[in-house]
């Protein structure tokens, strides 16, 4: 039983594994779930990123929009008005999530607990007031919608257009496979060994020598960097860069699927996206309160799978899970 | 021979109140390297608020700590145990869902100085922490959860976190509460092999253990020093006999 800085054999097969299978269901299809699975898996992405700090980091962030947003404005801005190609733009996203996720932390992390909930709450309300103020540029609500023409990505000597399903599917499935692995390398390193074991414990592991606040920084900038590229991919596959997805509701939202499907699993958030996307949809294609079937399959959830889906797994089956 | 001894640690006019009551009231303190140091006094008497201030766990209304030459007053917490000041909890404070191996893994990463994951060989992490167990005797059940120990053995789990940050001067408060005759025995023999390395600074209420092991103790009333010299000059006092010893039955 020795200690590892790395993913077990067993462990990153499994991943490996889910990876390909998402991969085959490019193929496998139908072209409406096909949609619904290409978007999944780009909020699958900001949910990891919302993990990292939520799950393994213990920091309760009700904000997390602000840095999805930072992501899809910091690409949908720039493509929009200054006719960036899709590489600058995404790496502008990415940027302005890193610099949000640092200036938000350096502030917010003197708090913490229901303060800290509070804090972020009012950064990102203030960062979605933002996006409204500035209309002229971003056309609030409404949004801006990047055309076609604008969306092909030039990739290895060849250009992909990103508005095509299985380009889109794949492009989509290319960024959620990067991020998936390096969360996974990440949580058994030193650092994430660390950032855990602040969670359960800050006041001994400061005692041990470890810089708290420094370690919840980079969690948090690191975190900032995932959900801004999700955002900034989702600017670029889907089109549409609005206020909508910057509102209080996106900072619920990566929440619920993280808890749906396991806090602090690797795999959970892509399960939790999954499944709240499939009940939603299957509950409004026979009833208009499908929010009613939400609500309920919340409140079965914290009172019967408290850890959520893999988080239960993990703790009655399969404790190797990471 | 006396008179080779060098000052490791020391603080000048060391205070802090809480709500008007001053806990810890203008210590000036010196601890010399090697030894081992029994600090005692009566419930309340600012002894685990002096050491707190010593390794930043509190913040000092005034006064200087210094550890070797260096002015460590307005340094954080973690700053001070990377210099070399280790911290063993009163109240036992260990990871339950880690196993004995990860806890102390974790002290060894943080004196390896490698909070990042870059360059910290997994061989030499799990070599650090073993040796560590080993030298609590906790060494063939390192890869049980720590939940899962008796209380005896967590608190030896502290002590083994402890020495795996290498300290040069290390705190124990009050390690023998809550072990039984035969654990305190041992617990004893250990803190003095430790003491051959690491200087010791100890907290402790069982008088047996403080003459067995305090090479000089300092008693503490009401937030400041009462007397300080060796045992048997302790015992002898009178002052410590009213406010302390005279106490106990």
């Not at chain 1, 699975?37 to 213990?58: D, P, W």
């Not at chain 1, 359960?200 to 590229?229: K, Y």
């Not at chain 2, 100085?113 to 030499?124: M, V, Y």
């Amino acid at each position: 039983m020795k200690v590892r800085l790395l993913p077990s054999p067993q462990s990153l097969l499994l991943h490996l594994a889910v990876i390909a299978a998402l991969l085959a269901a490019n193929w496998l299809l139908p072209e409406y779930h096909r949609g619904v699975v290409s978007r999944v898996l780009v909020l699958a992405v900001f949910a990891m990123g919302y993990n990292l700090t939520f799950g393994y980091g213990g920091l309760l962030s009700l904000g997390h929009a602000m840095f999805f947003a930072a992501g899809l404005y910091g690409a949908g801005l720039t493509i929009y008005h200054l006719d960036w190609s899709i590489w600058p733009a995404f790496g502008a996203g990415i940027g302005a999530g890193l610099l949000l996720g640092l200036v938000v932390g350096a502030l917010a992390l003197r708090t913490s607990g229901v303060a800290f909930m509070i804090v972020t709450l009012m950064f990102s309300q203030v960062f979605y007031l933002t996006t409204l103020y500035f209309t002229t540029y971003t056309r609030g609500e409404e949004g801006l919608i990047l055309q076609q023409e604008v969306r092909s990505l030039e990739f290895a000597g060849a250009t992909f257009d990103l508005s095509d399903p299985s380009t889109r599917y794949l492009a989509g499935l290319a960024l959620f496979s990067l991020v998936l692995l390096f969360t996974l390398f990440i949580i058994r390193s030193g650092y994430g060994r660390a950032l855990i074991a602040i969670r359960e414990n800050d006041e001994r592991m400061r005692m041990l020598g470890f810089n708290v606040f420094a370690n919840r920084l980079v969690a948090l900038a690191i975190s900032g960097m995932i959900c801004a590229a999700a955002g900034a991919a989702y600017a670029v596959l889907f089109g549409y860069v609005g206020s909508t997805l910057a509102s209080t509701q996106y900072s619920i939202l990566p929440l619920l699927w993280v808890l749906l499907g396991g806090a602090a699993t690797t795999l959970g958030p892509l399960l939790g996206t999954l499944v709240m996307f499939y009940v939603i949809d299957i509950a409004s294609s026979h009833t208009t309160a499908h929010l009613l079937v939400v609500g309920l399959v919340l409140i079965f959830l914290v009172l019967f799978f408290r850890r959520g889906i893999l988080g239960t797994i993990r703790a009655r089956w399969l404790p190797w899970l990471p | 021979m006396a008179a080779m001894t060098a000052t490791i640690l020391h603080t000048r006019g060391l205070s802090r109140s809480f709500g008007g009551v001053r806990a810890v009231d203008n210590v000036d303190f010196d601890l010399e390297e090697g030894e081992i140091r029994a600090i005692i006094g009566p419930n309340g008497a600012g002894k685990t608020s002096f050491v707190s201030l010593i390794c930043g766990r509190i913040a000092s209304d005034a006064g200087e700590v210094w550890l070797e030459g260096q002015d460590i007053s307005q340094m954080p917490a973690h700053q001070r145990v990377r210099l070399g000041i280790g911290y063993t909890f009163q109240i036992t404070s260990i990871f339950p869902n880690l196993t004995l191996l990860e806890n102390v893994a974790l002290a060894v990463q943080s004196q390896a100085r490698t909070n990042s994951f870059l360059n910290l060989s997994s061989r030499r992490l799990n070599d650090s922490a073993h040796e560590a167990l080993l030298r609590v005797g906790l060494g063939e059940r390192s890869g049980e959860l720590a939940g899962n120990l008796a209380y005896g053995h967590q608190r030896l789990l502290e002590v083994a976190m402890g020495i795996a940050l290498k300290p040069r001067v290390l705190i124990l408060d009050e390690p023998t509460q809550g072990l039984s005759e035969s654990e305190t025995q041992g617990f004893i023999t250990l803190i003095r092999q430790i003491a051959a390395t690491t200087t010791i600074l100890l907290i402790e209420h069982n008088m047996d253990v403080v003459m067995a092991l305090a090479e000089k103790i300092t008693v503490m009333d009401q937030g400041r020093v009462l007397a300080e010299g060796t045992p048997a000059a302790i015992r002898a006092n009178a002052d410590v006999q009213r406010a302390y010893l005279g106490e106990q039955p």
